[in-house]
């Protein structure tokens, strides 16, 4: 193979990385990352893989250093890097939803609103993020890069902290109060400018596909039945689908039959398949899905 036909690819390491490695489990690659290695097996031979911190991909990205990489659109936009985001991925560490960067000050502090942060000083891993959205609150205070740890910061190295929460029980925990949010982000794959073309962009764009149809396979699975003609309305009357479920006639001595299948939240199935039986639906069978392309 040619040296050009290799994509570099860095993967997020440290708290996206257990999710991604397996979203592209499910997407169909299979990485494997060896003790002490930065540089994981992936078997695709097109691919090279780097383990790279989130907070830093976007400016490799930019750099060229990599052709692309996972990381969060908060990154991206506190590193201020010149980079293309082709494709949102909507998981988190623990979750598939968007994660938020908040405003957080001790339970008992005084401090009750954005307002209250004039003059005071902020503790926070994202200083230009923080930055910008003290400018646009028409905030004066101290940004201050925190290097870890940051919930202990208040009250007495700092007055508030701007961090990264998917529930807020960290916080909770550590007896701090959310009082403002400054981002909502949701995971990126990012492509530098130049890498984005020909061969690379196809690449890049393949997996993309597969990584959105992995993640929206998420959480839902396959549903199929039998189904007697007669009850077929009263079925479909109760039946959710991402679009209208596929019918297909049955042979032989079942042909006042058809088969029935559908897509549907996992969490409905429970509920749904005692009501199916009641409604005449027969060989009701539920699978997992691992993608679905739209």
């Known amino acids: 193979m040619k040296k050009e036909n290799k994509l570099k690819l860095g993967i997020p390491k440290g708290s996206l990385q257990e999710s991604t490695l397996n979203m592209f489990k499910k997407a169909g690659f299979t990485i494997r990352i060896k003790e002490r290695s930065y540089y994981p097996d992936i078997d695709d031979d097109e691919i090279d893989c780097m383990l790279i911190r989130a907070q830093e991909m976007a400016r490799y990205v930019e750099e060229g250093v990599i052709d692309c990489g996972i990381t969060g659109h908060d990154w991206v936009l506190e590193s201020r890097a010149n980079i293309l985001e082709v494709k949102e991925l909507i998981y988190a560490k623990s979750g598939m939803k968007p994660v938020r960067w908040v405003v957080a000050v001790p339970a008992n502090s005084k401090i009750r609103s954005i307002k209250d ?164 639906a027969a060989a009701i069978i539920e699978y997992p899905l691992n993608k679905v392309v739209e």
């Open 117 to 280: 942060l004039a003059g005071k000083k902020i503790a926070t891993e994202a200083v230009n993020l923080t930055a910008d959205y003290l400018k646009k609150n028409n905030i004066r205070a101290k940004v201050e890069f925190s290097w870890g740890n940051t919930e202990a910061k208040p009250p007495r190295l700092a007055d508030a902290i701007v961090e990264l929460t998917e529930s807020g029980s960290t916080l909770a925990a550590n007896n701090l109060k959310i009082i403002g949010t400054v981002l909502e982000s949701t995971t990126r794959i990012i492509a530098n400018k130049k890498s984005y073309a020909g061969w690379k962009k196809n690449k890049i764009d393949q997996i993309a596909l597969l990584l959105k149809a992995a993640l929206d396979a998420e959480n839902k699975v396959g549903i199929k039945m039998n189904v007697e003609k007669k009850n077929l309305k009263k079925v479909l009357e109760i039946l959710p689908a991402m679009k209208n479920p596929t019918i297909s006639s049955l042979a032989g001595k079942e042909s006042d039959w058809v088969a029935v299948e559908s897509m549907i939240d996992e969490d409905k199935v429970r509920i749904l398949i005692p009501k199916l039986k009641e409604r005449g």
